[in-house]
């Protein structure tokens, strides 16, 4: 007789906090550098491929949480100090992840080898060596210019669940509505993937707007969301929903009180302009499009913003982020109370699971790991 001894069953807690919005980082980029094909290794390759500055945020830690700096002074870059801070102080029991590490650059080789070395750098590190938790989800990076090069990635880690969305700027690429990334929707489709966007791009032709170059980085900060609405604008009247009724599109740290009036204006001028869309533009939220929380309006009256998310939806649409580890950090407890008690599971936890295919329950950390903290 063969007897077997079964450990106990591991402990499992529901699920209460998806953060749609976090970004780890490398210390240097010399630990990325052996992913990339030879030719792109030397030391001056880095350069190019990590791109420009962004425009400067003030602060003793720039876009960074003061706190969030390790000893290699790149936020994000530790992952002792993001679990404690994301995961046990903060309470979050899954995080997105979204490497803000490949900005464009003049090549579009240089853009897309960068962007192949950051997927597999992943692949290798916070999603296998440091997810002993099993609590992290990545995001396949694209280059949006070099459709391609994009399609061999997410053909690369299109089966992989580890990874659960594709990712690109969506400032200087095709309209996602264009038959020129139809093929990135169709592969999207293809793995059941959702496609987000968020902004990484640096000064320059890019983020050219109708009134000139930018000067500040408030006016970039209060202006970026149009590269946003600009996509979403081509999707809904081009049609592509109604060609892929299953695609998904994410639209990261965005904001969400522009959603509405944009949909009003195109549902006022369907009726004189057309498109190539049959489908309600509002129909579409919920349904196709999701926004995340991270930076949320605050209006001084709560009912205002109340309002904005039942326009918008927000029991299907919105799902919670925090922007881990910039320095405009969301904690989701405050994010929480702020929203009406009607929608705040479904956009605390609810509309994420459904978005990215996420179990409902998560282990509880494994005997000799760092003490876990319970939300709240």
């Not at 945020?57 to 700096?69: F, N």
């Not at 999603?127 to 989800?137: P, T």
């Not at 293809?190 to 000139?212: A, D, Q, R, Y």
């Not at 929480?336 to 996420?358: C, H, K, Q, V, W």
């Amino acid at each position: 007789m063969t007897s077997t001894t079964e450990g106990p069953e591991p402990v499992t807690v529901p699920v209460r906090v998806v953060d749609s919005d976090v970004h780890p980082a490398a210390p240097t980029w010399e630990q990325i550098q052996p992913y990339v094909p030879p030719s792109w290794r030397p030391a001056d390759w880095v350069r190019f491929a990590s791109g420009a500055p962004m425009y400067s945020t003030p602060g003793p830690a720039g876009v960074y949480r003061a706190d969030a700096m390790d000893e290699n002074s790149v936020g994000g870059s530790s992952p002792q100090v993001l679990s404690k801070q994301l995961l046990e102080d903060a309470g979050v029991d899954i995080a997105i992840l979204w490497p803000l590490a490949c900005r464009h650059v003049a090549s579009t080789a240089d853009e897309a080898a960068a962007a192949s070395a950051i997927n597999s750098w992943m692949a290798d590190s916070w999603l296998s060596k440091d997810n002993w938790h099993e609590r992290y989800r990545g995001t396949i990076v694209i280059s949006g210019r070099s459709i391609p090069d994009a399609l061999a990635e997410i053909e690369k880690w299109g089966g992989d669940p580890r990874f659960v969305q594709i990712g690109f700027d969506p400032i200087g690429v095709p309209p996602i509505g264009s038959r020129a990334f139809e093929p990135v929707v169709r592969a999207a489709v293809k793995h059941n993937l959702p496609i987000s966007m968020h902004f990484i791009t640096s000064p320059g032709m890019n983020v050219l707007t109708p009134v000139g170059f930018l000067a500040y980085a408030s006016e970039f900060r209060v202006l970026f969301p149009f590269a946003y609405a600009g996509q979403v604008t081509s999707a809904v009247t081009s049609g592509i929903f109604d060609r892929y009724p299953q695609l998904r599109l994410v639209c990261i740290e965005a904001g969400i009180s522009w959603i509405v009036p944009m949909l009003w204006r195109i549902q006022n001028l369907w009726s004189v302009l057309g498109g190539a869309g049959r489908r309600d533009p509002f129909d579409c939220l919920g349904e196709n499009l999701r926004f995340t929380t991270q930076p949320l309006e605050e209006p001084e009256d709560l009912r205002h913003l109340h309002r904005v998310l039942e326009w918008a939806r927000g029991d299907r649409s919105i799902m919670f982020s925090t922007d881990y580890p910039h320095f405009d950090f969301d904690n989701p407890g405050q994010v929480e109370r702020r929203m009406p008690a009607s929608m705040r599971d479904r956009i605390m936890f609810e509309n994420a699971i459904e978005t990215y295919g996420l179990p409902r329950t998560r282990k509880v950390v494994a005997a000799g790991r760092p003490a876990e903290v319970a939300r709240r």
